[in-house]
């Protein structure tokens, strides 16, 4: 069995500040990452383990580049759904006009 060793994302903690002081009300404070260890089949794509590690600090200066990376490929996958539920959407329109000129067509009685 043919086995891969991943590190995923699992959670990520972005903290804001809560202060008193004017204009630090709401200003980033800081932020925590987990990842988890993923051990796959790769044959079959089954996920044979799965476990979240230990929260990790993550300096401002990675936040960027460490989101980025995370949100594009979940952006990646959400317009993906996106399309394949607009192609569904667009298939049930279709059907249901297709029925409603069946339904029509019914309705109308034959001239003869």
Do not use: C, W
Not at 30 to 55: N, Q, R
Not at 71 to 97: G, I, M, N, W, Y
């Amino acid at each position: 069995m043919a086995i891969e060793q991943k590190k995923l994302p699992y959670e990520i903690l972005l903290r804001f500040n809560h202060g008193h002081m004017a204009g630090q009300l709401g200003a980033f404070a800081g932020a925590h990452f987990i990842e988890a260890d993923a051990i796959i089949d790769t044959a079959s794509g089954e996920v044979l383990s799965y476990k979240p590690g230990i929260a990790q600090e993550l300096p401002l200066a990675q936040v960027v580049p460490y989101l980025g990376e995370k949100f594009s490929l979940f952006e990646a996958q959400l317009r993906a759904t996106a399309a394949a539920l607009e192609d569904a959407l667009q298939t049930v329109a279709t059907q249901q006009q297709r029925i409603a000129e069946l339904e029509a067509s019914r309705a109308t009685p034959a001239s003869g």
